[in-house]
Every structure is written in C-alpha cells, then in structure tokens.
C-alpha cells in the first residue's frame, strides 16, 4: 500500500495562520476572522476549541488541528494538553454543519432606495457578517446571540428591516 503525507502543502502558509490565530488568542478582537469558541468541558478542566476561518480552506483537517494546537502552545500554554479537540472550520463547512443555526437577515424589497440598502449593508458588515453565497450573513449558535445582534441592528437601522431565522435541523 502506498504511503499518503497529509500534511500542509504550504509550511510558510500554515506558519502565518499559526502566528495570525495566536496573536487572535493573545488580544481577542470584537469582530471578523478567526472566531474561536472555546467550550470548558464540564469540570474537567479540558477545552473543546473550534476555530471558524475562511483560511482554512486550502489546509486538510488535520493541518487545521495541529495550526490551532500550536497557536494555544504559543498564546495559551497553560491550556496545552488540555484541548481535547481541536477543529477548524470555514464558514461554509461550519453552516453546512449545523454549528450556526441561527441567522439575522435583512428584509430588503426591490424598490427600497439605496440608501436604505447601503445603510443595511454597513450595518451588517459592522456586525462581521460574512460573504457566502452573494451576500453578507450574520451567523450564531445561539437564539440569545442572534437576539442581541438584532437589537444592535435595530438601533444602527430601525425598521422593520430585519428577521431573525433559524434553520431546520437535518436529523
């Protein structure tokens, strides 16, 4: 049987993802990529992480891991040896998943004035909506999330202009 390498076909790539994500985990910014949840495991005391990033896309999962691993050796060491998993996702791979059921949508007709769609379009970008599929989409995991987005929304372009949304599950 023939030996298959799965590493990272780009070293000096998957460096500058290592270096971009531990400085992420150093000083969190309130908004944009990476978007790392970190879930404590019960009491004891070990860490599910997953790291969503539009980065990954050209890196195995795998490669994700191992980047992720080593960003928390260099950000985080007191939690090294203590994540149990390590998964990096795009968006399209997290949505496609079910990680993010909830969504804030903007409610736009045909012949709302411009204004008005250039306001919302801001808007959603100020609150780190992500490009998928033609348009920018604000994502969650939670209701609560998604409510408190909203609410920013609604203060940045009151109206009627927005929906919260939840997906239906696949099982």
């Known amino acids: 049987m023939p030996l298959i390498r799965n590493g990272t076909t780009n070293d000096r790539r998957a460096s ?32 599910h992480v997953t790291v969503v990033w539009n980065e990954w896309d050209d890196f195995p999962l795998q490669s994700r891991s191992r980047i992720i691993l080593d960003a928390y ?14 998964m990096g996702l795009t968006w399209p791979e ?47 995991r939670t209701l609560k999330e998604a409510q408190e987005a909203f609410e920013r929304l609604q203060k940045l372009v009151p109206g009627p202009h927005w929906v919260i949304s939840q997906e239906a599950s696949a099982n």
């Open 73 to 86: 050796e260099q950000a985080a060491p007191e939690k090294t040896g203590k994540i149990r998993i390590a």
């Open 94 to 140: 997290a949505i496609s998943m079910g990680i993010f059921p909830f969504s804030v949508k903007a409610l736009l007709k045909e012949n709302d004035p411009a204004e008005l769609k250039e306001r919302t379009h801001s808007a959603l970008i100020e609150e780190s909506a992500i490009e998928i599929g033609g348009g920018p989409q604000l994502r969650f």
């Open 16 to 47: 500058d993802l290592t270096q971009q994500l531990a400085s992420e985990l150093s000083s969190p910014g309130k908004t944009g990529e990476p978007l790392v949840y970190e879930n404590q495991i019960g009491q004891t005391q070990s860490y």
